[in-house]
């Protein structure tokens, strides 16, 4: 808030809706199968619960500070649309091919991922948030989640061109 207010801006929270199974949402009905998720057409953050039960368990990534990072990425996602940056997004990638077009998508989750690490720095320099232990749990998320991960445990081949959301060791360095 105090960033937006600054240069003289304004700083909308998103609503928060958890859910578990399956949520009807501005941009449409989503499955747990897709996990959290920001939806610019209601400016809401939806976090389906059962995704950090498979964060601790399947990813082996605990913790509540890589539910916070998960949290605050979807988060960065609502400061990204108060920026007009989502909507540029969306305007270039009109016309451009299925590759493009993911690579632009794995730019804008880098920086929600900048925007977590971001909030999570301030969170423990301002406030004092941080426990010892809690940015390793972050980065163990970050990390169980990269495309590539998740292409190589679904058995299938890593495939750069279809990323939406870029590589574990690309998610931990933006973090």
Do not use: M
Not at 14 to 19: A, G, Q, R, Y
Not at 40 to 50: E, I, N
Not at 114 to 132: E, I, Q, S, T
């Amino acid at each position: 808030r105090a960033i937006f207010q600054a240069p003289g801006g304004t700083y909308r929270e998103p609503s928060l809706v958890l859910f578990t199974g399956a949520v009807n949402s501005a941009c449409g009905t989503a499955s747990s199968a897709v996990g959290p998720f920001y939806c610019p057409g209601d400016q809401k953050v939806y976090l389906d619960l059962s995704f950090f039960d498979d964060l601790k368990r399947r990813h082996d990534a605990p913790g509540d500070f890589a539910q916070a990072y998960v949290v605050a990425h979807e988060i960065g996602h609502q400061v990204q649309t108060l920026l007009g940056i989502s909507a540029q997004v969306q305007k270039a990638k009109r016309g451009l091919s299925e590759a493009k077009t993911n690579h632009l998508s794995v730019l804008q989750e880098l920086q929600a991922d900048c925007f977590a690490g971001l909030w999570g720095h301030a969170a423990n320099v301002d406030r004092r948030l941080l426990d010892p232990g809690d940015l390793e749990e972050a980065l163990r998320a970050a990390s169980a989640i990269g495309d590539d991960r998740l292409q190589r445990e679904a058995g299938r081949r890593v495939v750069p061109d279809s990323f939406t959301h870029g590589s574990s060791e690309q998610r931990v360095r933006w973090f």
